[in-house]
């Protein structure tokens, strides 16, 4: 890489930790390039990027930022899993740490809170945005839902009664 290519990978990397909501630290000894690939595909699904990074050009992107706490993380192969959703970079990172032991979680920031490896698996296993978008929406329609039978329930009651009455008085 040449000086204008580290100074451009240094801006990207300094907005990425600027704008997103969280920022998980990986190390990825023995991924195979299929297994990068499926990793970096179940990332993107979900919202989500991977990178593979340089530990000195990324120390100097974290400086002046809130997630400057982090820079210790950044020995050996290291890589970062972001996103805008606060748990879909984590939820993806972790599924896939359970099923391949060669991704390990380092640890991550959320906003300027600093997390472990531990703090990465609470967060994973968080319902997602849309996730909880859902629940609400279905919580707000429940009412709605009870109300409209109980004031149905007393019309058809109503109705029962009169035709009992009508079958009675035809018989």
């Keep these: 890489m040449d ?10 990397l300094n907005s990425v930790f600027s704008d997103t909501e969280v920022v998980v630290v990986t190390h990825y000894i023995g991924l195979s390039v299929a297994e990068m690939t499926d990793l970096r595909n179940r990332m993107r699904e979900a919202g989500a990027s991977f990178k593979v ?3 000195r050009l990324t120390r100097l992107a974290l400086e002046g930022t809130d997630a400057g706490a982090i820079s210790d993380l950044f020995t050996g192969p290291t890589a970062i899993g972001y996103s805008d959703d606060p748990v879909a970079a984590p939820k993806i990172l972790s599924k896939f740490a359970k099923e ?3 991704l390990k979680i380092l640890g991550g920031v959320m906003g300027k809170t600093v ?4 703090g990465v698996n609470a967060l994973a296993i968080m319902p997602s945005l849309d996730e909880l978008r859902a629940k609400l929406v ?3 329609q429940t009412p709605a839902t009870r109300i409209a039978g109980v004031t149905q329930a007393p019309a058809g009651q109503l109705a029962r009664v009169f035709g009992a009455y009508g079958a009675k008085d035809a018989a």
């Design 3 to 12: 000086r204008a290519q580290k100074q451009e990978l240094v801006s990207t």
């Design 53 to 55: 990074t340089k530990n």
């Design 100 to 102: 391949n032991e060669n």
């Design 115 to 118: 997390l472990d490896a531990a």
């Design 138 to 140: 279905s919580i707000l």
